[in-house]
């Protein structure tokens, strides 16, 4: 289920709680919406708003901490694409079919990784076959000097560091709100919510405001599952500098 769609049911539920509270409102005996009562409610409600304030900011925090290493991870993938084309460049005319290789693998390449993030988790990780063609090719260069000793060891060492970066993008998981967890959370809201219209009649004025209010609740839990897919939706990591990286020859 897609960020958006869930964080609309969602709201539909938070709004849920409104009618809740007003009908709760209606139905109870007037003793028990007495002062104390009032009191005694609007304690807890503050309570638990207090509760589902932090975790919302502290898994906002965390949502784009990690939405930051992900990306932190592509624009490195990019680097070492960029850095390992000009070593081949300076390599010379020997490292050309190494060089038209990652130009015609560069697209099939970024497809995957960010098609990847969308498969079944728990997948096996499968090495491409034009990067493991690249990497022997590089091992296989015959350097005849020593400056071309020190470029092949630098490629070497920087095709390492790629591999590596992409397969650290591959073991970690997306950070996903765990499905009862979201459920207390907006278990949460709800009663909050509930306990708005319980001791205030609902007309047009206080409905609009506490509508506004659960779409603000809302959106926060819509940014968190957007920033916890960075690979896909409306704020993911755009593929476009990578899929760029190399000039045409």
């Known amino acids: 289920m897609s960020p958006l769609v869930l964080s609309g049911i969602i709201f539909v539920l938070v709004l849920g709680g409104i009618f809740l509270g007003a009908a709760l409102r209606n139905a109870l005996p007037e003793h ?3 002062k104390d009562s009032q009191d005694v409610v609007r304690l807890g409600a503050g309570l ?6 932090l975790v919302l900011g502290l898994l906002l925090a965390a949502a784009k901490t990690s939405f930051d290493t992900k990306s932190g991870q592509v624009k490195q993938i990019t680097a070492d694409v960029i850095l390992l084309d000009n070593l081949l460049a300076q390599y ?8 038209k290789q990652m130009r015609a693998s560069i697209g099939p390449f970024v497809d995957r990784l960010w098609h990847e993030k969308e498969t079944k988790q728990g997948a096996p990780f499968e090495p491409t076959a034009a990067g493991e063609q690249a990497y022997l090719a590089i091992q296989a260069l015959s350097p005849k000097s020593d400056l071309q000793r020190s470029l092949q060891a630098r490629a ?3 095709s390492t560091d790629l591999a590596q970066t992409r397969l650290l993008l591959f073991v970690e998981s997306d950070n996903l709100i765990p499905v009862p967890f979201l459920a207390i ?4 809201l709800i009663i909050i919510f509930a306990s708005f219209s319980l001791f205030s009649s609902l007309n047009a004025t206080v409905f609009t405001f506490l509508s506004l ?5 809302s959106c926060a839990i819509f940014l968190i599952l957007e920033l ?3 690979f896909s939706g409306l704020m993911s990591v755009s593929s476009g500098p990578l899929r760029n990286a190399l000039l045409p020859l």
């Open 32 to 34: 028990h919406l007495s």
């Open 48 to 53: 638990i708003a207090t509760i589902g304030a």
């Open 92 to 99: 010379g005319p020997e490292a050309l079919p190494i060089r």
């Open 156 to 158: 070497i060492q920087t």
């Open 185 to 188: 959370l907006v278990f949460w």
């Open 213 to 217: 209010f659960a779409l603000s609740a």
């Open 228 to 230: 916890s897919e960075p």
